[in-house]
């Protein structure tokens, strides 16, 4: 059983484009994040949603909008994608104070 | 003050050697040292991890040293492998900002058969 999962795992779209990414995790976790890892490796922290609830939102621009149905998802919707917003998307999850994230395969965006 | 500083940036090592890489930091406050492996086409996973009441982790081939006073930590890789080849992160984390990690830049290592 996959422990944290993302769809797509690809996507490929146009610029000016609304797309959404899916994230699930069943390990029990309450804390979800929300990562962009660039060209270059970096990763950026974006979001983190526990029990739900935004408790880290970093410089993000607000055409990314983070939403938390439950403790076991978490979804990105970016509007009006741009060039600059293609890189690999992670999802990743932790039980709130235990330290250790656990990291989806991640979603690969790709802006034309 | 919230960085962590990770070198080099890419490193290359014969199979059997040991792989060593540097993290520092400057905030006191930090209380969880990660570290992260990548493979391709996949996500970051822990590694290894150490809290600063110590000096040194291992588990298996792969060692944490961690030096308090001079704010930096290190990955030592032992007999390292062509399967270690990876990119390899550093954390740093502490519980007063919801224990989210500040990451290094990233090491990619090669070991050479």
């Known amino acids: 059983d996959t422990a944290v999962s993302q769809t797509p795992k690809y996507l490929v779209t146009q610029m000016g484009n609304d797309k959404s990414i899916k994230c699930e995790q069943n390990?029990?976790?309450?804390?979800m994040y929300w990562y962009k890892q660039d060209s270059k490796k970096f990763l950026k922290i974006m979001f983190s949603?526990?029990?739900?609830?935004?408790?880290i939102n970093e410089t993000v621009p607000n055409r990314f909008s983070p939403k938390s149905p439950d403790k076991a998802h978490l979804n990105l919707h970016i509007n009006s994608l741009e060039l600059g917003d293609s890189a690999v998307y992670f999802c990743?999850?932790?039980?709130?104070?235990?330290?250790?994230?656990?990291f989806g395969p991640g979603t690969r965006l790709l802006v034309l | 003050q919230q960085q962590v500083k990770q070198s080099p940036q890419s490193l290359i090592v014969q199979k059997g050697g040991i792989s060593i890489i540097n993290c520092a930091y400057e905030?006191?406050?930090?209380?969880?040292f990660p570290w992260y492996q990548q493979f391709p086409g996949k996500g970051p996973a822990l590694l290894i991890a150490?809290?600063?009441d110590v000096s040194e982790k291992k588990e298996g081939r792969f060692t944490i040293s961690f030096n308090k006073s001079a704010k930096q930590f290190s990955l030592h890789i032992m007999d390292s492998q062509p399967g270690d080849s990876a990119t390899y992160f550093c954390?740093?984390?502490?519980?007063?900002?919801?224990?989210?990690?500040?990451w290094g830049a990233g090491t990619k290592l090669i070991i050479k058969p």
């Open positions: 954390a740093a984390s502490q519980q007063t900002s919801n224990y989210q990690l500040i």
């Open positions: 905030n006191t406050a930090f209380d969880y």
């Open positions: 150490i809290r600063p």
């Open positions: 390990l029990g976790h309450d804390t």
């Open positions: 949603y526990n029990n739900k609830e935004l408790i």
């Open positions: 990743a999850s932790s039980r709130f104070g235990g330290r250790a994230q656990y």
